[in-house]
């Protein structure tokens, strides 16, 4: 794998039938970036995120994720990734402090490291006097700050997080990003998927898909000087205009 990147893809590509999902991409994310990647409804990056968190095999092309080959490495790749949903993905009839000690326990971490690790985590995020609140009974933003720290619990090498602010109200999608920046200055690579045109402006590096094709790649600042827009909703709806599917 290259020196400094974290993904590495070369003309990978995902069919279902007659039907081409994700349409031969090729792309890099270097390592501790905020990688965003964005597309309109049917463009393609779910389908991409799959392959890449190695749950669907490509048909073509190849992929490298934390130094590990998609195709045939793809359980060594799930190891060394985080991942979160946009559809909240904790266990909401298990205590604050079981969720976390589960999906620890998944990654391979030791009882003795998950219990020291909890009430670090817990206390950093102002969450401790919630240690055994049940998750349902959380308000909205604090699942989804809890979702995401469970989902770094065991400091993985990239995180992939799939709309993770969708719902939640301003501030707390500021505070949410405020934890992202503080995962990629300890070196983790954030790859976002977003539909807030706002939150591209704040990743390192975006990427735009159109029917299953990367139509765009570049710094916010860069892409908004080729597209002539002051926003990245500007280029976003530029390049949306083009799309001849949606799901």
Same mark, same amino acid.
């Given at each position: 794998?290259?020196?400094?990147?974290?993904?590495?893809?070369?003309?990978?590509?995902?069919?279902?039938?007659?039907?081409?999902?994700?349409?031969?991409?090729?792309?890099?994310?270097?390592?501790?970036?905020?990688?965003?990647?964005?597309?309109?409804?049917?463009?393609?990056?779910?389908?991409?995120?799959?392959?890449?968190?190695?749950?669907?095999?490509?048909?073509?092309?190849?992929?490298?994720?934390?130094?590990?080959?998609?195709?045939?490495?793809?359980?060594?790749?799930?190891?060394?990734?985080?991942?979160?949903?946009?559809?909240?993905?904790?266990?909401?009839?298990?205590?604050?402090?079981?969720?976390?000690?589960?999906?620890?326990?998944?990654?391979?971490?030791?009882?003795?490291?998950?219990?020291?690790?909890?009430?670090?985590?817990?206390?950093?995020?102002?969450?401790?006097?919630?240690?055994?609140?049940?998750?349902? /009974?959380? @308000? *909205?933003?604090? !699942? #989804?700050?809890?979702?995401? +720290? %469970?989902?770094?619990?065991?400091?993985?090498?990239?995180?992939?997080?799939?709309?993770?602010?969708?719902?939640?109200?301003?501030?707390?999608?500021?505070?949410?990003?405020?934890?992202?920046?503080?995962?990629?200055?300890?070196?983790?690579?954030?790859?976002?998927?977003?539909?807030?045109?706002?939150?591209?402006?704040?990743?390192?590096?975006?990427?735009?898909?159109?029917?299953?094709?990367?139509?765009?790649? /570049?710094? @916010? *600042?860069?892409? !908004? #000087?080729?597209?002539?827009? +002051? %926003?990245?909703?500007?280029?976003?709806?530029?390049?949306?205009?083009?799309?001849?599917?949606?799901?």
């Amino acid at each position: 794998m290259e020196v400094g990147k974290a993904i590495i893809t070369d003309r990978l590509t995902k069919t279902f039938g007659g039907f081409t999902a994700v349409d031969s991409i090729s792309f890099s994310v270097d390592k501790g970036e905020i990688f965003g990647f964005l597309g309109a409804n049917g463009a393609g990056k779910t389908t991409a995120m799959r392959m890449l968190c190695g749950l669907s095999k490509p048909t073509s092309g190849k992929g490298v994720v934390a130094g590990f080959d998609i195709s045939r490495q793809s359980e060594k790749v799930k190891r060394n990734i985080g991942y979160m949903s946009q559809k909240f993905s904790l266990y909401e009839d298990l205590e604050v402090w079981e969720n976390m000690r589960l999906f620890a326990g998944i990654y391979g971490m030791g009882d003795k490291e998950i219990i020291e690790k909890t009430d670090e985590v817990l206390n950093r995020l102002g969450f401790y006097e919630e240690k055994n609140t049940l998750v349902k /009974d959380l @308000p *909205l933003g604090w !699942k #989804q700050k809890l979702a995401f +720290s %469970t989902a770094i619990f065991h400091e993985p090498k990239i995180v992939f997080l799939d709309e993770p602010t969708g719902g939640v109200d301003p501030v707390t999608r500021r505070q949410f990003w405020e934890l992202i920046y503080q995962a990629a200055d300890g070196g983790i690579t954030v790859f976002v998927t977003t539909h807030y045109m706002d939150e591209a402006e704040y990743c390192n590096k975006v990427s735009i898909m159109v029917d299953g094709r990367i139509e765009a790649l /570049d710094t @916010p *600042l860069r892409l !908004k #000087q080729q597209f002539n827009t +002051s %926003t990245m909703n500007g280029v976003f709806q530029q390049l949306a205009q083009t799309a001849s599917r949606n799901e």
